[in-house]
């Protein structure tokens, strides 16, 4: 009777032992996926384009050392067609426009829905760039500007307004 005994606590304590293995491993693959998680969501994505936010309107926005530029509509941007100017210089104040300039426009609350993709600005005889933003509803709106000098981006900039 005692061996009998014996041997039910050996398998006991071996299902213990056993069921107590297999939590532990639950809990370090369950652990080891979260902490995967947060290492990628760390890294973020290498090739995600940053923006650099840009002050409000009419300010100088440093593309590099020796070049700036200043934004803004040409009338207070309402539904319909808002035309956005962009003016650059070099950082003596002499105007240049050697550059292209992209821009893309669309609402953050609604990725997709609004979007233009890239559009290139258009250069006018006074040397302004000059985008047409179609503005077909209200609410907040985002443009991002990227600046290319020999087809190369060499400035990426963002700024948000309300309709």
């Known amino acids: 009777m005692f061996e009998k005994l014996l041997n039910i606590a050996k398998r006991r304590s071996k299902m213990f032992l056993l069921k107590k293995g297999l939590i532990l491993i639950l809990i370090s693959l369950v ?3 979260g902490f995967s998680m947060v290492v990628q969501h760390s890294r ?25 530029f200043v934004y803004k509509f040409v009338e207070q941007p309402k539904l319909g067609t808002a035309i956005l100017k962009v003016q650059v210089f070099d950082k003596n104040g002499q105007r240049l426009t050697d550059l292209e300039v992209k821009g893309n426009y669309g609402m953050p609350s609604m990725p997709g829905a609004h979007d233009s993709g890239d559009v290139s600005f258009k250069l006018n ?28 981006a060499v400035y990426r900039s963002r700024f948000r307004f309300n309709v």
């Open 31 to 33: 652990a080891g996926l």
């Open 44 to 68: 973020g994505n290498a090739n995600e384009i940053v923006y650099n936010e840009l002050p409000g309107s009419g300010k100088k926005c440093w593309i590099d050392t020796k070049t700036y």
């Open 125 to 152: 005889k006074k040397g302004d760039y000059l985008l047409p933003v179609n503005i077909v509803m209200t609410g907040g709106w985002e443009i991002k500007l990227t600046f290319f000098k020999n087809k190369e």
